[in-house]
T-cell receptor, first 114, second 109 residues
Framework: IAGITQAPTSQILAAGRRMTLRCTQDMRHNAMYWYRQDLGLGLRLIHY???????GKGEVPDGYSVSRANTDDFPLTLASAVPSQTSVYFC?????????????FGPGTRLTVL | GQNIDQPTEMTATEGAIVQINCTYQ??????LFWYQQHAGEAPTFLSY??LDGLEEKGRFSSFLSRSKGYSYLLLKELQMKDSASYLCAVMDSNYQLIWGAGTKLIIKP
């Protein structure tokens, strides 16, 4: 059982390019999340999905889009990357979005935009 | 605005006890989480508090006072492998987690 996986592990990207970060979970969790983690700041929520077919905006959604076509996959797309999107991106999932449900994190994608 | 405060860095000695504090101001409260994150790795769940009081889990305990907007994580019998960042997160009224910047804990022999 893999849990939650992310790809790629790391990526260097030219500004203006389009990039999709992949996230897959095999725990049949309903809720999934994308965070970015920057030095000196807490994890910040980009987008979330409480169930397949629905998505919502988090704290820092601008420049990012997501889709949730099925339970397992939750890709994050940067339509036109900018240097301020250089960060470590974590995908997470939980049984539901309700109180008390711990979130399980993927290993992260380290993205550098030049 | 919403805010989670925790110390940036703490140092402790192997075998000792350390307490990591977290204060919060959020719009609503649906529980407080502590996560551990080793350098270069993903956060992993440690504890969850929704009611006031102490929750004990082995060498780790977590305390919550909702009236004071305060929590702490207590680590006993420190081991070198406990060197990591400890993240405090509060679930707000929208059931979204608001995260502190984390406390980097350095354990010395």
């Amino acid at each position: 059982i893999a849990g939650i996986t992310q790809a790629p592990t790391s990526q260097i990207l030219a500004a203006g390019r389009r990039m999709t970060l992949r996230c897959t979970q095999d725990m049949r969790h309903n809720a999934m999340y994308w965070y970015r983690q920057d030095l000196g700041l807490g994890l910040r929520l980009i987008h979330y999905s409480n169930t397949a077919g629905t998505t919502g905006k988090g704290e820092v959604p601008d420049g990012y889009s997501v889709s949730r076509a099925n339970t397992d996959d939750f890709p994050l797309t940067l339509a036109s990357a900018v240097p301020s999107q250089t960060s470590v991106y974590f995908c997470a999932s939980s049984d539901s979005g309700a109180s008390g449900n711990e979130q399980f994190f993927g290993p992260g994608t380290r993205l550098t935009v030049l | 605005g919403q805010n989670i405060d925790q110390p940036t860095e703490m140092t402790a000695t192997e075998g000792a006890i350390v307490q990591i504090n977290c204060t919060y101001q959020t719009s609503g409260f649906n529980g407080l989480f502590w996560y551990q994150q080793h350098a270069g790795e993903a956060p992993t769940f440690l504890s969850y508090n929704v009611l006031d009081g102490l929750e004990e889990k082995g060498r780790f305990s977590s305390f919550l006072s909702r009236s004071k907007g305060y929590s702490y994580l207590l680590l006993k019998e420190l081991q070198m492998k406990d060197s990591a960042s400890y993240l405090c997160a509060v679930m707000d009224s929208n059931y979204q987690l608001i995260w502190g910047a984390g406390t980097k804990l350095i354990i010395k022999p």
